[in-house]
């Protein structure tokens, strides 16, 4: 089954690394969350002038459901308890970043805005992927 966490180990860098790249310019907005600086950029720009930053929250969300995928499939046989508390929490994360992603148009419709919190990444998760990792050798 351990199988599973290499993939997962994968796409959570691979998340990390386009999180870092939308927290940055040019595709942050000023005192906005990422979801909240896309919206304001199609706003002010237009969907069509954003496709790169489009491109990025749209594999961020497949990476997210693949994730949760691999961690349901692995979950069972998790040989730590801090890979299962803190798998709990990526699910949470998932599942309510998913919910803001897929609002994201109807928000732009309708003119609204995004509630100021943003869905924090559970950051102890990679740790425990990694430990994980170990405790399946």
């Keep these: 089954m ?21 927290e940055a310019e040019p595709f942050m907005e000023k005192d906005s969350g990422i979801l909240a600086s896309y919206l304001a950029k199609i706003r002010r720009d237009g969907p069509a002038k954003n496709t790169q930053m489009k491109q990025r929250l749209d594999q961020l969300a497949e990476n997210n459901t693949a994730i949760v995928t691999l961690i349901k499939v692995y979950s069972p046989h998790a040989k730590t308890p801090v890979f299962t508390a803190e798998a709990d929490k990526f699910r949470n994360y998932a599942s309510a970043w998913r919910d803001r992603w897929n609002s994201v148009m109807e928000l732009f419709m309708a003119g609204g805005n995004y509630a100021a919190s943003e869905v924090p990444f559970p950051k102890g998760f990679p740790d425990a992927v990694r430990a994980e990792i170990a405790a399946a050798r």
């Design 2 to 22: 351990a199988s599973e966490l290499q993939p997962l180990a994968t796409l959570l860098k691979e998340n990390q690394t386009i999180i870092k790249e939308l």
